[in-house]
């Protein structure tokens, strides 16, 4: 979307919250239309990139000082638009390598990894990043930068960034001949894994299966 239509004519494009809602709203549209499904091979690629890009974002949010609103409270933004069709279209697009293994917090000791999916993991943050869209585009830009940091350290930051580690590894398990194991009945409803599940990363996958689907480099 251009700058037309997404900010006032006014505002600086080298602005700190122009640059924020260029990218988080680049980042809505481009996994809105790889969850079409409409070039499936080139899906796990350009997720990776636009992935990479938003945690870019991210980091400039996380290093700006604290976004203190205008306003006590934030003003109603009516229902969220629901995602539940985007979640099921990515998680169709991804099988079977939508689930992965995921540690919450790397310094919180003992704690063991669970599993996780990326269409869920894209559906919750598109849900985040919405929302402090509807504030800047409803005029309310502090509001929003306020809801994207506080989200980035809450909920989208770390979601994100597992999600951006499990595409790399996937890809890296692919291009370096490194076929990934068999899960065998690890799925989002298990409270736990132990281990020796660290080898398995998602669903029933084998490189020799994903590569060729996803535009990637077969297995030789």
Request: net charge negative; proline share 6%; charged share 25%.
């Amino acid at each position: 979307m251009s700058d037309a239509t997404l900010h006032a004519t006014n505002q600086d494009p080298d602005d700190f919250a122009v640059q924020i809602a260029d990218q988080v709203e680049s980042f809505l549209v481009a996994v809105t239309e790889v969850a079409k499904g409409d070039e499936p091979e080139s899906a796990i690629p350009f997720l990776l990139l636009e992935v990479s890009q938003l945690m870019l974002a991210g980091g400039r949010l996380g290093a700006h000082e604290d976004i203190v609103p205008e306003e006590r409270y934030e003003p109603d933004m009516g229902p969220e638009q629901d995602v539940d069709q985007l979640r099921e279209n990515l998680a169709r697009l991804l099988d079977p390598i939508d689930v992965y293994s995921e540690v919450f917090d790397p310094y919180e000791p003992r704690k063991a990894p669970v599993p996780a999916r990326i269409s869920d993991d894209l559906a919750d943050v598109i849900t985040d990043l919405r929302h402090g869209m509807a504030h800047y585009r409803a005029g309310r830009t502090t509001e929003a930068l306020w809801w994207w940091q506080f989200s980035y350290f809450s909920n989208w930051g770390s979601t994100a960034s597992a999600t951006l580690r499990a595409l790399q590894s996937l890809l890296a398990h692919v291009r370096l001949n490194q076929p990934l194991a068999e899960l065998d009945g690890l799925d989002t409803d298990q409270a736990g894994m132990g281990d020796e599940t660290l080898e398995f990363e998602a669903g029933r996958v084998m490189a020799e299966e994903i590569a060729g689907p996803l535009g990637l480099r077969k297995v030789r």
